[in-house]
Each structure stands twice: as structure tokens, then as C-alpha cells.
């Protein structure tokens, strides 16, 4: 008969690794790209194929899922806030009904050259690495081991800045915009191939 034997003792520190976080883009990653750049409302939400079970499974291996981007159509007032809420409620939702546990959702909303309320240089405005550090500070996420997922330039170079690994995907703008340079280690079909490599592949797991 097998007898468990519990502790009341907390594991010593450093003796437990640290998470591992995905820094998953949202438009043109996560989400099929409207043509505006941006969902207006809800109903123009759509999640790539395959992309909620492959979240599934990361999340089930061990992984914090961050959600990450700029959304400039509220900094810049072509979006009411109101509308943006109701969209990302709808993005979580959907992502919550799918037994996707999303650890934190970094959105930025503030812009340097933004509407008067909204005009800010935040260390959250991609390619700044505050959301990655933050992460880091609040989770205790390991950057070396983590990966960032995305379809441009901006969310990549921000990774890189923060010591984060990069993926990138040929969904959405697949790094046709050019802003930056980038070299990602991986450059998959999508968000789901990129997952199934870090989950199968040693080396990619390997820090």
C-alpha cells in the first residue's frame, strides 16, 4: 500500500526552477488580423485554427501565458476605451471557456503621439521591455527560458532587448513590416507549430 508522506514544510528557496513565461501577440498571432488593424467590437474576434488547444497544452506543461501588444487605436482615439474592454473580455473569455489559464494581459493603451489623456511613453509601449520585466519581478518568470511569439518586427525586438527568446510566425504581418531588424531562432506557420516545437523539441526547451 503505497502511504504519501506530506510536509509542512515550503520547498527550500532555489530549490524549485522557476516559469517559464509565452508572450503570445495578439493581432495577427493569436487573432486573425482585421482589416483595420484592430476589432471594432467583439463580434470581429477570431482565433486562428488550432491556436486555443495549443495554448491548452502549453499551459498544461508548466507555462505562464502573457498576452501582449500595443493598441494604438485607442492611444490614438480611433477607439473608444469601452470598445477595446469589450473586445478583450471577449478575447479572455473565450480563451477562459477553453481551459486556457492566461497568467497576465499586457495591453498598452498610452502613446507618445496619442490623444491628450493618452499620451504617454510607457515602458509597456512595445518595443519597451516592461512587460517582460514585469513578468519577471511579479512571477519571478525566468526571461532566458521564455519565449516571445509574434507576426512583427516590434514584439520580437522587444523580446530580444529583455533576454527573451523569439519566435515568429507567418500569420498576419509575418515580419513584412520591417520596422526592426530581427534573426528569430524559430519562423513557423503559425502560433500552434511554434508550441508544438517548444513542447517536443529538447533543444528548444534547453536554456
Same mark, same amino acid.
Given at each position: 500500500?503505497?502511504?504519501?508522506?506530506?510536509?509542512?514544510?515550503?520547498?527550500?528557496?532555489?530549490?524549485?526552477?522557476?516559469?517559464?513565461?509565452?508572450?503570445?501577440?495578439?493581432?495577427?498571432?493569436?487573432?486573425?488580423?482585421?482589416?483595420?488593424?484592430?476589432?471594432?467590437?467583439?463580434?470581429?474576434?477570431? $482565433?486562428?485554427?488550432?491556436?486555443?488547444? =495549443?495554448?491548452?497544452?502549453?499551459?498544461?506543461?508548466?507555462?505562464?501565458?502573457?498576452?501582449?501588444?500595443?493598441?494604438?487605436?485607442?492611444?490614438?482615439?480611433?477607439?473608444?476605451?469601452?470598445?477595446?474592454?469589450?473586445?478583450? =473580455?471577449?478575447?479572455?473569455?473565450?480563451?477562459?471557456?477553453?481551459?486556457?489559464?492566461?497568467? #497576465?494581459?499586457?495591453?498598452?493603451?498610452?502613446?507618445?503621439?496619442?490623444?491628450?489623456? #493618452?499620451?504617454?511613453?510607457?515602458?509597456?509601449?512595445?518595443?519597451?521591455?516592461?512587460?517582460?520585466?514585469?513578468?519577471?519581478?511579479?512571477?519571478?518568470?525566468?526571461?532566458?527560458?521564455?519565449?516571445?511569439?509574434?507576426?512583427?518586427?516590434?514584439?520580437?525586438?522587444?523580446?530580444? #532587448?529583455?533576454?527573451?527568446?523569439?519566435?515568429?510566425?507567418? *500569420?498576419?504581418?509575418?515580419?513584412?513590416?520591417? *520596422? $526592426?531588424?530581427?534573426?528569430?531562432?524559430?519562423?513557423?506557420?503559425?502560433?500552434?507549430?511554434?508550441?508544438? *516545437?517548444?513542447?517536443?523539441?529538447?533543444?528548444?526547451?534547453?536554456?
Amino acid at each position: 500500500m503505497f502511504h504519501e508522506i506530506r510536509t509542512p514544510f515550503a520547498p527550500l528557496p532555489g530549490t524549485t526552477p522557476r516559469p517559464r513565461g509565452l508572450f503570445v501577440d495578439r493581432w495577427g498571432t493569436l487573432l486573425d488580423l482585421p482589416s483595420l488593424g484592430y476589432a471594432r467590437e467583439p463580434g470581429e474576434v477570431r $482565433f486562428f485554427p488550432g491556436v486555443l488547444p =495549443a495554448l491548452f497544452r502549453a499551459g498544461r506543461a508548466g507555462w505562464n501565458i502573457y498576452l501582449l501588444g500595443n493598441e494604438e487605436a485607442v492611444a490614438r482615439g480611433t477607439l473608444a476605451l469601452d470598445a477595446w474592454q469589450a473586445v478583450e =473580455a471577449r478575447i479572455l473569455d473565450t480563451l477562459a471557456s477553453s481551459g486556457v489559464s492566461v497568467t #497576465r494581459h499586457y495591453a498598452c493603451i498610452d502613446h507618445p503621439e496619442g490623444i491628450p489623456e #493618452r499620451r504617454n511613453d510607457s515602458v509597456y509601449l512595445l518595443p519597451n521591455t516592461g512587460a517582460f520585466y514585469h513578468a519577471a519581478h511579479v512571477e519571478g518568470v525566468e526571461l532566458g527560458r521564455s519565449w516571445v511569439i509574434g507576426d512583427s518586427t516590434i514584439e520580437l525586438v522587444a523580446g530580444w #532587448r529583455a533576454g527573451v527568446r523569439i519566435a515568429a510566425v507567418r *500569420t498576419g504581418l509575418a515580419l513584412g513590416d520591417r *520596422t $526592426f531588424g530581427v534573426d528569430p531562432e524559430m519562423f513557423e506557420p503559425d502560433l500552434s507549430a511554434v508550441v508544438d *516545437t517548444l513542447l517536443g523539441t529538447r533543444e528548444a526547451l534547453s536554456a
